[in-house]
């Protein structure tokens, strides 16, 4: 290309320079998502910018070369799905260029434009292989674009196979003839198996062989509801190799019938190891996790009753008491857990209250009930940081509001109160009021039931009560410890 081509065309150039610097990005990308290019290889300037107008719209990339020397500088750099090279150029003809083009890039489709082609030539070329169509000029940009759809079809189809094949090669593949016995596979079972390639003399049964004792019976089963039912079956086994390694295998079975014969199985198999021990330790560490929670929940609530051993195992009760109130309730497992964590955890604002106070066995004085009312809000301090799965510490901040607003510390009413307090505050008084107390001793269960009930609808939540009243009617021994 001369350099009054190259200024007249500088448009062209850096078109073709950006573009080279998209497509070797787009090479890095998924094949079959790239985007199509078609390259013009013409002399002739006022073709080429003819081009671009006519075909501005079309869904490919365009890329435009105004000697055979610039296209085949473009195609060293960048994928090109046609090239579309003019007959009658100076330094080389089209033919020449395709010949090249075919030689170093024999995937690249070739068309000649030419406004002279001769019937002898356009056979010679064609069956050389040099190009798979001659175009005459002037072509009409419908007919072109035609033309190029048509190619470009073909090439995506044929991407898409391809990387259908590949991708289907990283799965397991094995044909059961059930009629004759024959087991054939495919090359990702030989890797998943760490078989041989083509190993003669494998049959089904020395497949199975590898399989887990323990989970013979799984495909056992599965194979027989295959052959009987005809649906296909998904299942997941372990399977032992050569090398006394195991490995977990997922398949997917299925049959094809001849009227009312099965008469062959396929399986398709992929290993699952590394997900299956992601899983296992993904398991591993939510146990732990859920471990740790648990322990160190019950650690804090020791600490409360260390400072209060009258109270020793109160929480505990409050929270076994509250987790049946709430599945009488119909709460969801996850509000079940934060319920029983907040119950557990309910007083642990007494940790800032002094042990003679929380243990003085007569009548306390005023200053002495603003500290016990203060423990709400300091054990919702204390724990309002911890990421549980529910607000655990609004409802330790609530366990003292009543609904008729003559709780503390903020006269909640009604529905303003979370009903996880609620229920604490009915599993709560129940508790302490049917054990013993430093001021007095145990009440026992009908005096404490018979309090919440002449209570309920006044500060107790009328369905807690009820929900609780139901409870000790089915389950009467969940209190039997309690009362001392
Ligand atoms: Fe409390």
Not at 54 to 64: N, R, S, V, W
Not at 320 to 347: F, N, T, W, Y
Not at 442 to 447: I, S
Request: negative net charge; aromatic residues 8%.
């Amino acid at each position: 290309m001369s350099k009054s081509n190259h200024k007249e065309h500088g448009n062209i150039h850096m078109d073709q320079l950006q573009q080279k610097k998209a497509d070797l990005m787009y090479r890095q990308e998924e094949p079959i998502r790239r985007e199509q290019c078609v390259l013009f290889v013409d002399d002739e300037i006022s073709v080429l910018e003819g081009l671009r107008l006519a075909l501005h719209q079309a869904k490919f990339h365009k890329l435009f070369a105004a000697s055979a020397a610039e296209g085949l500088e473009i195609l060293s750099s960048t994928h090109v799905d046609i090239v579309v090279a003019d007959e009658q150029m100076p330094t080389m003809t089209g033919s020449e260029f395709l010949y090249n083009v075919h030689r170093l890039y024999p995937g690249i489709i070739r068309l000649v434009l030419s406004g002279q082609a001769s019937k002898e030539r356009v056979i010679e070329a064609i069956n050389s292989g040099q190009i798979q169509r001659f175009l005459t000029k002037p072509v009409d940009s419908e007919t072109l674009l035609d033309v190029l759809n048509q190619y470009l079809s073909q090439i995506r189809l044929h991407q898409t196979k391809r990387a259908l094949l590949v991708r289907s090669e990283t799965l397991g593949r094995w044909e059961w003839d059930i009629l004759d016995g024959t087991f054939t596979w495919n090359a990702g079972f030989e890797r998943i198996m760490h078989f041989a390639p083509k190993c003669p003399n494998r049959d089904i049964h020395q497949f199975f062989g590898t399989v887990f004792p323990e989970d013979r019976q799984v495909l056992e089963d599965s194979i027989h509801n295959c052959k009987n039912t005809g649906q296909f079956q998904e299942f997941s086994h372990r399977i032992s190799l050569p090398d006394g390694s195991e490995r977990w295998i997922t398949q997917v079975l299925d049959v094809f019938r001849d009227q009312d014969r099965t008469w062959k199985m396929i399986g398709i198999m992929r290993d699952d190891t590394d997900h299956k021990e992601k899983e296992t330790l993904l398991a591993e560490r939510m146990f732990i996790l859920e471990q740790t929670m648990e322990k160190t929940v019950e650690a804090l609530a020791r600490m409360t009753e260390i400072r209060d051993p009258y109270t020793a195992g109160h929480q505990a009760r409050v929270a076994r008491l509250s987790r049946e109130i709430g599945k009488i309730l119909g709460l969801a497992p996850e509000r079940l857990l934060g319920l029983e964590i907040a119950a557990k955890l309910h007083d642990i604002g007494k940790i800032s209250i002094p042990s003679q106070i929380l243990t003085k066995p007569g009548r306390l004085s005023e200053p002495e009930l603003a500290m016990i009312r203060q423990h709400p809000l300091t054990g919702f301090q204390i724990i309002h940081d911890i990421p549980f799965c529910s607000p655990v510490s609004d409802i330790v901040l609530q366990h003292h509001e009543r609904i008729d607003g003559s709780g503390y510390p903020n006269g909640l009413k009604k529905n303003e109160i979370m009903l996880e307090a609620r229920i604490i505050a009915v599993a709560d008084v129940f508790e302490a009021m049917s054990s013993f107390r430093p001021y007095r001793t145990g009440l026992g269960r009908d005096v404490a039931l018979g309090e919440l009930i002449s209570y309920k609808g006044k500060t107790f939540d009328p369905e807690v009560v009820e929900a609780f009243e139901e409870l000790l009617s089915m389950n009467p021994e969940i209190v039997q410890d309690n009362v001392i």
